[in-house]
C-alpha cells in the first residue's frame, strides 16, 4: 500500500527558481495538508484542503501556492524561492481530521 | 497563542529509565483529537497513538501508556523501561475545527521534544 507519497524526495534550487512539490495519496482521504519543519520548530502548517478545488491557509502560508484539482493530489509551488524557505516538507492526508498520514518528505535546499 | 504545547524541548535518560513527555493543549473545540507522533533520526513520522475528547480512558501498548486529562489539558505519554531506540523526537499534536475554512478540522502540532537514551 503506497499510502500518502511524496515527489521529489531532495531538491536544491537556485533563489529565485521555481518548482512544484507533488502530495498523491490512495486513502480517499478528504483532507490534505502541507507542513514545513524547522529545527525546534515542530510542524507548521503552509496550506490545506477539505475537498477537491478548495484550499486554505495555514499558519505560514506567505511564498507558497497550492491546488487540490484532484482529490488524490495536493501541490505545494514556490514561484520564487527564497532561501528561507529551505526546509523538510511533508505531506499528510487525513480522514476529516481524524487520522493523519504522512509522506516520506522532501527536504529542500535554496541557494 | 500556541494550541499545543511541548515545554520538555530535550530530555536524556539513562536506558531503563521512565520518562514521561509532556504535552498541554488549547482548544475551544468540544470534539477533537490528539495525537503523538515519533520521528526517528531517518527522518518519517510514525503514527503512535490517536484518542478523542470524548475517551479519557489512559492506554498503555507495551512500554508506550498515554494519560489524558481533559480538567488539565494534557495528554502525557509515558515510556517505561527506555531503550536505545527510543531516541528519537516526539511530537504531540491536536485535530480541531476552526480556521478560515469554519468547521473544517486543523492538526497543529507541537515544537516537539528530543528524547535522547544513553546506553
Known amino acids: 500500500n503506497a499510502g500518502v507519497t511524496q515527489t521529489p524526495k531532495f531538491r536544491v534550487l537556485k533563489t529565485g527558481q521555481s518548482m512544484t512539490l507533488l502530495c498523491a495519496q490512495d486513502m480517499n482521504h478528504e483532507y490534505m495538508y502541507w507542513y514545513r519543519q524547522d529545527p525546534g520548530m515542530g510542524l507548521r502548517l503552509i496550506h490545506y484542503?477539505?475537498?477537491?478545488?478548495?484550499?486554505a491557509k495555514g499558519e505560514v502560508p506567505d511564498g507558497y501556492n497550492v491546488s487540490r484539482l484532484k482529490k488524490q493530489n495536493f501541490l505545494l509551488g514556490l514561484e520564487s524561492a527564497a532561501p528561507s524557505q529551505t526546509s523538510v516538507y511533508f505531506c499528510?492526508?487525513?480522514?476529516?481530521?481524524?487520522?493523519?498520514?504522512f509522506g516520506q518528505g522532501t527536504r529542500l535546499t535554496v541557494v | 497563542a500556541q494550541k499545543v504545547t511541548q515545554a520538555q524541548t530535550e530530555i536524556s535518560v539513562v536506558e531503563k529509565e521512565d520518562v514521561t513527555l509532556d504535552c498541554v493543549y488549547e482548544?475551544?473545540?468540544?470534539?477533537?483529537?490528539l495525537f503523538w507522533y515519533k520521528q526517528p533520526p531517518s527522518g518519517e513520522l510514525v503514527f503512535l497513538i490517536r484518542r478523542n475528547s470524548f475517551d479519557e480512558q489512559n492506554e498503555i501498548s507495551g512500554r508506550y501508556s498515554w494519560n489524558f486529562q481533559k480538567s488539565t489539558s494534557s495528554f502525557n505519554f509515558t515510556i517505561t523501561a527506555s531503550q536505545v531506540v527510543d531516541s528519537a523526537v516526539y511530537f504531540c499534536a491536536l485535530s480541531e475545527r476552526g480556521g478560515s475554512s469554519g468547521s473544517a478540522r486543523q492538526l497543529t502540532f507541537g515544537s516537539g521534544t528530543q528524547l535522547t537514551v544513553l546506553p
Open positions: 484542503s477539505v475537498g477537491e478545488g478548495t484550499t
Open positions: 482548544t475551544r473545540d468540544t470534539t477533537y483529537y
Open positions: 499528510a492526508s487525513s480522514y476529516l481530521g481524524r487520522s493523519a498520514f
